[in-house]
């Protein structure tokens, strides 16, 4: 049974950065694309972006292309997110994801985090 934990969150002015980590164990990490997805209060849960196995290729959503980056370390189980020129509309709970396929849906993902509250101050 896969687990992924996240870390990292926390509270950050508007313009800062941050940067999320995602430990992943119980599976072949190099076999999984990783995802994030987050949820605003009161917002539907949506897609951040994911990386595939390898790290070769990213997918991002429109509103943090050129802001987030989506990177992994196989050799550490770990995949990061780091947020920069952040809003105050990123606000909101950041969870990993993972699946050996993955998907932009929420529903095409086998393992989550218990997800990481990252607050942006304006």
């Known amino acids: 049974q896969g687990h992924v934990v996240e870390s990292g969150g926390g509270l950050v002015q508007a313009g800062g950065s941050l940067r999320l980590s995602c430990a992943a164990s119980g599976v072949t990490f190099s076999n999984y694309v990783m995802g994030w997805f987050r949820q605003a209060p009161g917002k539907e849960r949506e897609f951040v972006g994911d990386i595939s196995s390898a790290g070769g290729s990213t997918w991002y959503a429109e509103f943090v292309k050129d802001r987030f980056t989506i990177s992994r370390d196989n050799a550490k189980n770990t995949v990061y997110l780091q947020m920069n020129s952040l809003k105050s509309e990123d606000t909101a709970v950041y969870y990993c994801?993972?699946?050996?396929?993955?998907?932009?849906?929420?529903?095409?993902?086998?393992?989550w985090g218990k997800g990481t509250q990252v607050t942006v101050s304006s």
């Open positions: 994801t993972a699946d050996r396929r993955g998907s932009s849906s929420k529903d095409g993902w086998a393992y």
